[in-house]
C-alpha cells in the first residue's frame, strides 16, 4: 500500500476470502517500509471454505489521532488446478540421440506454466532447456532436441509433464518414449551371385 507519509496503523478484513479469519492465529501482519509503502501479510487457511471467485478486501489505515482511510482491493481465489482435457502426444513414438522431439499438451485453458522433463531419456537434458508455445486455445507445443552426447540405454522411457496455474496450483502427466540410437544389423554375409537371362525367366547362379 501507498500512503502520504510513515507511521500508519494498517489492517484489512479477510473475512470474505477466508472463512477461518480471526479465528487463532489467523490475522494480518503489516510493515511499515518506512518510505510511505506499507506491506500486509495474510496467510490463507488450509481449512478455509470459501468457494473460488474475486473478492473485493477493505484496507483501512489509522494515524494517532484515530483519524482513518479506506482502500479497496480485488482478490481471485483459485484452488482449482488445471486439467489435461486428453492425454499428450508425440508427433513420433521413437527418437535417436539428436532427434527433436515435439509434443501437443491439451488443457482446459491458455495462460499456464508448463514443464516437461526429459532427464529420463537424456543424460544431457538441464531444466528449461525444451521451449513451449502457448497456441492460445488450450493447446501447448513443446519442442525439445535429445543431446548427441546422451548416454542412456536404447529403451521406453516415462516423460513428466507438469503444468502450473497463476495461483501455484497443479496439475500433471506423462507421455511413455523410446529412445533407439542401434542400427540395423545384418545377421549374414550377402551373396552375390551372377545374373543371366534365359528364356525370358532368369535365375541366379552363384
Known sequence: CNLDASGYTLSCDFSPLDSEYGQGSNVESFEDLGDSTYQITYTISPYN???????????????EAGNSATSGVSITLDNTPP???SSPVSDREVYKNGDTITLTLYLDAPGYTIHCSFDS?????SRGSESVEDKGDGSYQVTYKIGEENTREDGSY???LTCQDAAGNLASTYIQLTLDNTPPQLMEEIKVGRFSDINSNGWIEE
Open 49 to 63: 471454505q470459501r468457494a473460488d471467485s474475486t473478492y473485493n478486501l477493505v484496507v483501512v489505515a489509522y494515524d
Open 83 to 85: 486439467q489435461f482435457t
Open 121 to 125: 531419456i537424456d543424460t544431457t537434458y
Open 158 to 160: 516415462y516423460i513428466s
